[in-house]
């Protein structure tokens, strides 16, 4: 028997860590909404609110569909209140649909139906209520650790992040492989310069193959464009922290991954398997839409390194912080969980990383994270640009 | 920690780097012992930025993690700081394919 956690056992067979019934707009037009009627109910209630628009090109449409979907199917939801204006493109219907496919109680609010805002909030509290009693039926049972599908992310890097906090969270991505469970990590631009590592980990050609074709196609971007990546990547504050060039930065970003075997890459918010290994995710370089790509892909738990200091949550997902910088541990350690900073004063990276993999199991039985004391919950999904769908149009 | 720590000042963390990194913000001047040669350096280095232990030629590449991060934009000596201002990325170049004309 290896290591255990008490999570709540979906329908589906996966198992959440959180009870969270979630409220997820399908447009930004439900956003407010659907923000108002999660604040109302209670800290059980989850809102996803996000910026996009009632009406998107169609591979826009079918990814930003595809983030909803998984969201409310992340194990750690409960149950799923879909909330539309009612002149969406993506109907809140078809999300519900999506999401109750894999037994989790659904309802959608319509605002134009229901009368307007005033009206909604009072329709949308009832239903919450309902659901919340449906998702109040689940109990925390034991689970194995192989079952966790564990995310990992980095911003706000600094040369610390490539030295301790990737590398230990990279350790603990290690033991939870070994113990059979998955790891994800993403960020297809910072693996710019570092691939052929990653490409020599791959499992097989067919991986290799598409990995390496993600990453062209992410730096063929800024040839596509014309510009220079240097002006973004790496970022000012990173370069304020020791990072000059983006193989730099990426040699230590891939480092959060640890050390196991390439299993797979998966798309934007697409199902990530449990008891897959070490999968990659191809997503942006920006945080918190990378983050939600993996949430949307089934992880129950994220652990986000930073050098330089971020505060960033996930309403559905607990993030558990890690730095490996000692000045902002000491300025910061109300917003991080875990100091890597210690390795500077001689601890040993496994040492580290054995923290860091007892956090998680500790998060998933239940303790708050920092940014869940404080209710820090950004969300934001990629939106598939236009030079994006021309260049695959072209392709 | 991996690598390898010169002297509680300069982490080199593959023996086949050319640059060190910082583990203090370090005062020029300061000496430090790399094989029996002394590095000096030659300007105040913050916490966590990359000091030169060899020196380079315009053009040649700058190595840590034992991989190529970029090259050198100018000569560097031993001892200098390496950031943004003499070592570039070779990577994610847009601009040079624009000047070259291979921009769609």
């Keep these: 028997m290896g290591q255990s956690f008490s999570g709540?056992?979906?329908?589906?067979?996966?198992?959440?860590?959180?009870?969270?019934?979630?409220?997820?707009?399908?447009?930004?037009?439900?956003?407010?909404?659907?923000?108002?009627?999660?604040?109302?109910?209670?800290?059980?209630?989850?809102?996803?609110?996000?910026?996009?628009?009632?009406?998107?090109?169609?591979?826009?449409?079918?990814?930003?569909?595809?983030?909803?979907?998984?969201?409310?199917?992340?194990?750690?939801v409960g149950a799923a209140l879909v909330v539309e204006l009612g002149t969406e493109d993506i109907t809140a219907d078809a999300v519900a649909d999506r999401i109750a496919?894999?037994?989790?109680?659904?309802?959608?609010?319509?605002?134009?139906?229901?009368?307007?805002?005033?009206?909604?909030?009072?329709?949308?509290?009832?239903?919450?209520?309902?659901?919340?009693?449906?998702?109040?039926?689940?109990?925390?049972?034991?689970?194995?650790?192989?079952?966790?599908?564990?995310?990992?992310?980095?911003?706000?890097?600094?040369a610390t992040s490539g030295i301790a906090a990737n590398?230990?969270?990279?350790?603990?991505?290690?033991?939870?492989?070994?113990?059979?469970?998955?790891?994800?990590?993403?960020?297809?631009?910072?693996?710019?310069?570092?691939?052929?590592?990653?490409?020599?980990?791959?499992?097989?050609?067919?991986?290799?193959?598409?990995?390496?074709?993600?990453?062209?196609?992410?730096?063929?971007?800024?040839?596509?464009?014309?510009?220079d990546l240097r002006g973004a990547q790496p970022t000012p504050g990173n370069q304020e922290g020791g990072l000059t060039t983006i193989e730099e930065k990426s040699l230590g970003a891939i480092s959060k991954g640890g050390t196991t075997p390439v299993r797979g890459i998966a798309d934007y918010a697409e199902d990530l398997p449990v008891g897959g290994g070490l999968t990659l995710m191809d997503t942006p370089g920006y945080d918190v839409e990378s983050v939600v790509g993996k949430v949307s892909g089934g992880a129950q738990v994220i652990a986000f390194t930073t050098g330089r200091g971020s505060t960033t949550g996930n309403p559905i997902a607990p993030v558990i912080k890690v730095t490996g910088n000692p000045k902002t541990w000491e300025k910061m350690s109300n917003n991080i969980d875990v100091n890597a900073g210690t390795v500077f004063d001689g601890e040993s990276i496994d040492s580290v990383g054995e923290r860091v993999f007892?956090?998680?199991?500790?998060?998933?039985?239940?303790?708050?994270?920092?940014?869940?004391?404080?209710?820090?919950e950004e969300f934001a999904i990629n939106e598939i640009q236009p030079e994006e769908l021309e260049a695959e149009a072209g392709a | 920690m991996k690598g390898r720590v010169l002297d509680d000042a300069l982490l080199l963390l593959s023996e086949s780097d050319n640059v060190g990194t910082t583990v203090d913000d370090l005062g020029s001047g300061t000496e430090v012992d790399f094989d029996g040669r002394t590095v000096v350096?030659?300007?105040?280095?913050?916490?966590?930025?990359?000091?030169a232990v060899e020196s380079f030629s315009a053009g040649d590449e700058v190595r840590k993690y034992?991989?190529?991060?970029?090259?050198?934009?100018?000569?560097?000596?031993?001892?200098?700081?390496v950031h943004t201002h003499n070592c570039e990325s070779t990577r994610g170049r847009g601009d040079r394919a624009a000047a070259g004309g291979e921009t769609a």
């Design chain 1, 101 to 158: 496919a894999g037994g989790t109680a659904t309802e959608t609010l319509t605002i134009r139906e229901a009368g307007g805002t005033a009206a909604a909030l009072s329709e949308g509290a009832d239903r919450l209520d309902r659901l919340n009693e449906e998702a109040q039926r689940a109990r925390r049972e034991e689970a194995d650790v192989s079952e966790l599908v564990f995310g990992v992310e980095c911003g706000g890097s600094d």
């Design chain 2, 66 to 81: 034992g991989e190529v991060i970029g090259t050198a934009t100018q000569a560097i000596a031993a001892g200098e700081w």
């Design chain 1, 358 to 376: 007892e956090t998680l199991l500790e998060v998933a039985d239940g303790r708050q994270t920092e940014s869940e004391h404080r209710r820090l």
């Design chain 1, 167 to 227: 590398p230990a969270v990279g350790a603990a991505c290690d033991r939870l492989v070994e113990a059979g469970g998955t790891a994800c990590f993403s960020e297809t631009p910072e693996f710019i310069g570092a691939e052929h590592i990653l490409a020599d980990r791959c499992v097989d050609d067919e991986t290799r193959d598409k990995l390496l074709e993600r990453v062209d196609a992410r730096e063929g971007m800024a040839e596509l464009m014309g510009v």
């Design chain 2, 41 to 51: 350096l030659s300007e105040n280095v913050p916490f966590g930025h990359k000091v």
């Design chain 1, 8 to 76: 709540y056992r979906r329908p589906d067979g996966r198992v959440g860590v959180r009870n969270h019934v979630a409220v997820v707009p399908t447009s930004v037009a439900a956003a407010a909404v659907s923000s108002a009627v999660a604040d109302d109910a209670g800290a059980w209630a989850r809102a996803t609110p996000h910026q996009l628009g009632t009406s998107q090109p169609d591979a826009a449409r079918r990814q930003t569909e595809r983030v909803l979907a998984g969201v409310g199917r992340n194990p750690n």
